[in-house]
């Protein structure tokens, strides 16, 4: 059965895939871009980041040479930015230590930073064709299915066993096209909600749908917590300037730049309100207008910026969207 399952895949990927272009390529830096900009993020959106950063970053020379401002900056808009840090901080690490050639070994490849197993396993078999398999949400849904298997996919008992099945269907002969078929075949055809199972090419051989359960399949145990965030910014100009904090702690948004915080919340009305939704966190952010008395002007990270020059400055979404949408009534009404 496994070998039938083998074949179907690599014959439904050759008719159904997608054209994209990290998949006409073997360059282990270009199939290294698009594989961290596509984690958490959709395909239609990584197109243009890739496009984005193979345009100004066409080698890892570029990329190493370049400054982690520019590098956040170009990143700007996809969120979890450490992915951006880690991005920069390897090609460092391969242009130092690497000479500028991308190890060709899973587990040297595994060693450096922002790269796990699944990332690992992507860049060994697409670029240097090594007999690695990949287990992303894709995978997990379409093997979970496929092999009626409920073991939650988010325990390590759970994942170790899921690596298993996939490292055991692995196409040894052409691990990249397999790797490529599975994935594809999850996010095209055993998609998470009301699958067609009637013309699926592997409904003889799925269990999960012989057994009726598809609905149930994979099972998550744990559900994410969402905690709730206040942030109340207090906006300062200081005629065509504007004053910005760089976040230098941990958490959300490091080294991304955003408003002084306020200490207590004032007691003015806010001039703007808005939730935005993180993975793990429900942010209300209040705008207000200078807040002195209860702002830390000592803090590290405050910087006085020109308001010609704020693209300049990587921020996140919400942040952006403000500027965007508030800064020139807000500097008019100065
Ligand atoms: S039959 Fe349905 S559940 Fe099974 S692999 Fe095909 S699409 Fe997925």
Sequence with gaps: MLQQIKTILLKWYSQNQRELPWRTTKDPYFIWLSEIILQQTRVQQGLSYYQLFTEKFPTIFDLANADEQTVLNTWQGLGYYSRARNLHATSRIIVHQYKGVFPSSFEEIKSLKGIGNYTAAAISSFAFDLPYAVVDGNVYRVLSRVFDEDSPIDSSAGQKLFQNLANNLLNTSFPANHNQAIMEFGALQCVPVNPNCDICVLNQHCLGRQNNRINVLPVKEKKTKVSKVQIDYSIHFDENKILLR?????????????????????KDPPVFSETHLLSH??????????????????????????????????????????????????????
């Design 246 to 266: 760089k976040r230098l702690g941990k958490g959300i948004w490091q080294h991304l730049y955003e408003f002084p915080h306020c200490i207590d919340m004032p």
């Design 281 to 334: 966190q429900k942010l209300t952010l209040n705008y207000y207008r200078n807040v002195n008395n209860t702002i830390a002007f000592e803090e590290n990270g405050l910087e006085w910026v020109n308001i010609k020059d704020l693209e300049s400055y990587p921020k996140p979404k919400p942040i952006q969207s403000f500027i965007d949408n508030y800064l020139d009534e807000l500097n008019s009404e100065n």
